[in-house]
């Protein structure tokens, strides 16, 4: 090989080998599964069976508010915007901070709580509700869904940090993060994108028994949805093992689903990445979820939108994406989406349901 091409070939290895350990050193790359460290004293108190529970599950939209179209809100990416203002950051705060005491959940499960990203000012918004809230909430775990130094993407250009995050009353025992499926994408992409989870507390109950309760955050639909079924593959084992186990559980989050009969409900335009045959269905075939589909579908379907977009063509909620899924062992006493006084904190409105816990 001639001296000049051996020299450009090791210059464009360098160069490779370079690159490939700056991506590797700004991005992240968690395990399956992951034990978490808890936060909770020892003096919170213990579930106990047969009492009622009210849980909540709110994407919180990293306290970025209702003023905004941002750039992801339009499937061109064309959205103007590309980050809140810390005064309507400082107001979403105390408006998911008053809902929250004022419904006063057992449980509350928060998805897109940023912590050290450039969008929203490099905040731990999980500390910031802390302070607002711990007189409530002894408990509390967080998992990371999204985590970089630097995103290269110019509406972004600066680090990510979004999570999950379960606040609790009780005790929680342990708590673990299990990865869903990752999209498929190039190797060098594939480092940067978001990497959803389960966030999975195991309260202790009196009897000796224990609650599972998980929280998550699906993908995005897309034209291409099989990564989606995936994600509810995984999460439909779990919810069948717990099963299985005799352990009663709790799923809740943000599922990016339709229910049944909302597709055609929406204007072709808004219907992108959805599916007529929703791929929630593998849950709510098994399992009891709020809003239940009559619930969704009905006369009174308006009452259990729960989704708002940052989007101008639309002026008012307009799906439901957000849902509880629970066991048989728990009986379902009530369950609603909070509209009246959300509409202006988050593009996602939370959802509440109140359960009895089996009595044996």
């Known amino acids: ?32 599964k992951e034990v978490l460290t808890l936060t909770c004293p020892i003096t919170a108190p213990v579930l106990i069976p047969g009492q009622a529970l009210k849980v909540m599950t709110w994407n919180i ?59 929203s000012d490099y ?5 910031l509700l802390q302070e607002r809230l711990i007189d409530i909430y002894p408990c509390s775990t967080q998992v990371f869904t999204w985590k970089a130094d630097f995103v290269p993407d110019w509406h972004i250009f600066g680090s990510v940090g979004r999570t999950l995050v379960t606040l609790s009353r009780y005790q929680i025992e342990h708590a673990e993060r299990l990865q869903l499926p990752v999209a498929d994408a190039n190797l060098i992409s594939r480092q940067f994108q978001p990497k959803p989870a389960l966030l999975v507390n195991y309260l202790p109950l009196s009897d000796g028994g224990q609650l599972a309760a998980i929280n998550t955050q699906l993908d995005a639909p897309t034209q291409n949805n099989s990564n989606l079924r ?68 009905g006369i009174d379907r308006e009452l259990w939108l729960t989704h708002f977009p940052n989007d101008p063509r639309i002026e008012a909620p307009d799906r439901t994406l957000d849902y509880l899924f629970h066991s048989p062992k728990l009986q379902r006493i009530t369950g609603y989406v909070r509209q009246e006084d959300t509409q202006t904190i988050s593009d996602h409105l939370p959802v509440v349901g109140r359960f009895l816990l089996p009595a044996d």
């Not at 020299?7 to 050193?25: H, M, P």
């Not at 970025?64 to 107001?91: C, H, I, Q």
């Not at 989050?253 to 204007?267: A, K, S, Y």
């Open 1 to 32: 090989m001639p001296r000049f091409l051996r020299r450009t070939v090791f210059g464009l290895l360098l160069i490779t080998t370079l690159l490939a350990s700056l991506i590797y050193s700004v991005t992240w790359r968690p395990d399956a």
């Open 61 to 119: 939209q990293y306290l970025a508010g209702k003023r905004y179209v941002f750039w992801y809100n339009l499937a061109d990416g064309s959205g103007p915007d590309t980050r809140p203002t810390r005064e309507d950051m400082a107001f979403s705060l105390d408006e998911v901070s008053r809902v929250i005491r004022d419904e006063r959940p057992d449980l509350v499960l928060l998805q897109e709580v940023d912590d050290n990203a450039k969008a």
């Open 123 to 127: 905040q731990n918004q999980l500390a």
């Open 230 to 297: 995936r994600q509810m593959q995984a999460v439909t084992a779990l919810a069948d093992r717990l099963e299985s186990q005799g352990t009663p559980w709790l799923i809740g989050g943000d599922f990016n689903l339709l229910p049944i009969g909302q597709f055609l409900r929406l204007p072709a335009p808004l219907r992108l990445g959805y599916s007529p045959d929703s791929e929630l269905h593998l849950l709510w075939e098994k399992y009891p979820m709020i809003p239940s589909n009559p619930e969704a579908t």
